[in-house]
């Protein structure tokens, strides 16, 4: 009887596990900075995984589970999770983590946002009139972010200050080098022409000098239709004006393969986000293995 | 001839304005790029000065005195963590309209639609006949302040010809109380089974299955006070309870001097793998019933004593790696089991003891096959006790067979904020079998919610 006590005790109640600040991300990327900068003292979970469209995932009961616990919830904010954010903070009854307390990050607000909608019109599409929140593709923003980030993480949990000090100047000085690496690496990059899936990569094109002639959605949200891939077609079929059609690993494939037969541009799958593809598992090789399906699909 | 040389006139013109657009563009772009470099680095070691001083003073702070909470430093540097402000100004309160309508078509006639042994009370019913404006629900919410945050659902509806508009949720809502619980006071959606707390345009079906429309009046609101508790668990268990004033069916006359109903709740759920996920729970509605009304305006019977109503629920949904826009799967399942015990007062002016047991249940799927596309089956039922010989003839009366009836459904959005259905039903809960299709609309502008799952 004392064993099953104890055995229901621990499913329910494993309050005494040795992390001392939980994360709750909404996406990969922040989840994984958040591990490099807390090392063992955080424990991190994150509401959507590199596969999905962190549009449009569901308010499911075991992400308000984790909420209801957690000390710091991280998302990139400016709309990107207003389809299930909102909910999973009604749901989930915890003062600490409600927006504007120290529990709660938007990480697009700390950057400077592209793409800001003067017009919010939805003729235009679901377009984000705080700016475009898919920030994480310039690794400038994540070192910005991962700034602010050591800062709340601090403020929340004093004992371990120095952890995380440390954290932050470790991971600093890697990818601080790091960035001039991928910045040599990609110097051939400049100039090259796009057409994206979704506007998922300004800020990377921002970053290595791309330039987005056009995308696969007629409008934001609004999936890829026949009319308008017909039109792209016209557009751009061998005239070698554009060099690649990207894509997130969620994003269907269908439209940038049937896109990249007709005209002869390469379709390139690019990780959105950490676990996005085999190599992506952290940070840093998620940037090297966009760098790398990008120089790949250059030199065919 | 003239549209041609106009055309080319046109097309030269383009010509030559758009290299230098692009042109211009690039430069922008260049200029961005830079300005964008200069910013960063200067924030960059903004940040590690402020990251050694916080440090300081966090390390003085915990040596000393307990850190003032008040004060965020946060807002103090410029960076608002509030969503919705960032650094655009948003309008408060958030304002959303729903517009929904339908051209519904039935064999016969839904003015004397009946369900044998279930009369129907509050808004349960069939749809008006041929076209109509559904509900046009008006969404009003914003936070009060740090503590407290509030919603109104005003519909306009159309009733008999008489436009009227209700107030169907009013409700204030803590947001700081501590324990992982939260309260809820006002007019709201009760929170007793899986469908109740969904708005209209939420449905997956354009009605409600039979057992909603026949034990809650299509959905239970009332006026009250609702207290949820989130256990502080790795698996998600939510329980809950409400005191309502009774005055909404299936209560009625705000019995127990304004105390007439309450109810109780429990719900669970979690994952299973990337693809699937589940929620479960059991609620228990008990309420006071004074003269509660039901049946037709000609045959209206009223009913007084308590009613008891146990929901039991299930919910499956399946997305491959949980990427739900491309493709997903929603089961979704609910049993309920009514006790009435009264007095029935019927049209004829006779007053009968009633005491009967009655069962509901559903089954349905919705499938997403591609995005914008869903197709939905769902199944319904209903079944009762026979109250005894003094009822024969009476709408009170079961028919020998239970009552039933399955719906398949349609629908396509082009975005979430548009959707049109196409539904057709095969209805043997009726007095007489009824084929029932039609087209339905749902369209919302401003303010969107996020759903619940």
């Known amino acids: ?300 | 001839m003239r549209i041609l040389s106009t055309g080319i006139l046109w097309a030269c013109l383009f010509c030559m304005i758009t290299p230098a657009l692009a042109q211009s563009e690039l430069d922008l772009l260049r200029a961005e790029l830079t300005q964008m470099r200069a910013e960063y680095e200067a924030r960059i070691t903004q940040l590690e000065k402020r990251l050694k001083t916080f440090e300081n003073k966090s390390v003085a702070a915990k040596q000393t005195a307990p850190p003032a909470a008040e004060t965020d430093p946060w807002q103090a540097a410029g960076d608002s963590g509030r969503p919705g402000t960032g650094n655009k100004p948003s309008f408060n309160p958030d304002i959303g309209v729903i517009f929904q309508g339908q051209a519904w078509n039935y064999d016969n006639d839904p003015d004397h639609y009946v369900i044998p042994g279930f009369p129907l009370g509050g808004e349960a019913g069939p749809l008006p006949e041929g076209l109509s404006l559904g509900e046009i629900e008006i969404d009003i919410s914003a936070n009060v302040d740090d503590k407290f945050t509030a919603w109104l659902t005003v519909p306009i509806v159309i009733e008999d010809g008489e436009t009227v508009v209700e107030v169907e949720e009013a409700w204030i809502e803590t947001l700081a109380l501590p324990a992982g619980l939260s309260l809820r006071v006002g007019r709201y959606f009760s929170n007793i089974g899986y469908l109740n707390d969904k708005h209209s345009h939420a449905w997956d079906f354009v009605d409600q299955p039979l057992s909603y429309q026949a034990f809650l009046g299509n959905q239970y609101i009332d006026d009250g006070a609702q207290l949820r508790w989130l256990a502080p668990t790795d698996m998600y268990l939510e329980l809950g309870g409400e005191i309502n004033r009774g005055d909404r069916y299936p209560s009625a006359g705000a019995g127990s001097s304004g105390y007439g109903s309450y109810t109780l709740h429990a719900r669970s759920g979690g994952d299973i793998g990337f693809s699937h996920s589940w929620q479960a729970g059991l609620s228990y509605l008990q309420s006071d019933a004074i003269e509660r009304v039901s049946g037709g305006e000609d045959e209206a019977l009223l009913f007084t004593g308590q009613s008891e109503l146990m929901i039991a629920e299930l919910v499956w949904k399946w997305a491959p790696n949980g990427n739900n826009k491309q493709r997903n799967l929603k089961l979704q399942a609910e049993y309920l089991w009514r006790n009435e015990v009264g007095t029935y007062r019927l049209p004829d002016g006779r007053q009968l003891p009633y005491d009967s047991d009655q069962q509901g249940w559903y089954v349905q799927a919705v499938f997403q096959p591609i995005p914008r596309w869903r197709l939905g089956l769902r199944y319904d039922r209903l079944s009762s006790d026979e109250p005894g010989d003094a009822f024969r003839d009476t709408s009170l009366s079961p028919a020998a067979n239970d009552p039933w009836r399955y719906s398949l459904m349609a629908d396509w959005s082009n975005s979430e904020f548009s959707r049109l259905r196409l539904q057709y039903t095969n209805d043997q809960a009726g007095q007489e079998d009824d084929k029932q299709w039609g087209l339905q609309y749902i369209f919302s502008i401003g303010a969107h919610g996020a759903h619940s799952f």
């Not at chain 1, 409600?98 to 377009?127: C, H, K, Y």
């Not at chain 1, 600093?172 to 910045?183: C, G, H, L, P, V």
């Not at chain 1, 330039?211 to 696969?216: D, I, M, Q, R, S």
């Not at chain 1, 690019?270 to 293995?289: E, I, N, Q, W």
Request: hydrophobic share 45%; glycine share 6%; proline share 6%.
């Open chain 1, 1 to 300: 009887m004392k064993n099953i006590i104890l055995v229901t005790a621990l499913l329910f109640f494993p309050l005494l596990s040795k992390a001392d600040l939980r994360v709750f991300a909404c996406e990969p990327e922040w989840a994984a900075l958040a591990d490099e900068l807390g090392t063992d003292r955080v424990k991190t979970s994150s509401a959507t995984n590199a596969l999905q469209d962190p549009h449009y995932i569901q308010a499911r009961p075991s992400l308000i589970a984790k909420v209801r616990r957690a000390d710091l919830v991280i998302c990139s904010g400016a709309q990107l999770e207003i389809g299930w954010l909102p909910m999973l903070l009604s749901k989930a009854n915890n003062p600490k983590v409600m927006p504007g307390r120290p529990g709660f990050l938007e990480t697009a607000l700390l950057v400077n946002r592209l793409d800001i909608a003067s017009n919010t019109d939805r003729s235009q599409g679901d377009v984000h009139p705080q700016g475009n929140p898919h920030i994480q593709t310039n690794p400038h923003n994540i070192l910005l972010v991962a700034g602010i980030m050591t800062e709340r993480m601090i403020q929340l949990d004093a004992d371990n200050a120095a952890t995380y000090q440390q954290g932050f100047d470790s991971f600093r000085k890697r990818w601080s080098a790091a960035i001039i690496n991928w910045q040599e690496r990609a110097s051939v990059l400049r100039g090259r022409k796009v057409i994206a899936h979704h506007k998922s990569w300004i800020y990377l094109e921002a970053w290595l000098g791309l330039e987005e002639v056009a995308t696969l959605e007629p409008v934001p949200g609004v999936p890829p239709s026949a009319g308008h891939l017909g039109n792209l077609i016209q557009n751009y079929a061998h005239n070698g004006v554009v060099d690649y059609i990207i894509r997130a690993p969620f994003q269907s494939k269908k439209p940038s393969m049937w896109l990249s037969e007709r005209t002869g541009i390469p379709a390139v799958m690019l990780p959105l986000t950490v676990g996005g593809s085999d190599k992506a598992s952290d940070l840093f090789s998620l940037f090297d293995d966009i760098l790398d399906r990008l120089l790949s699909a250059e030199q065919q």
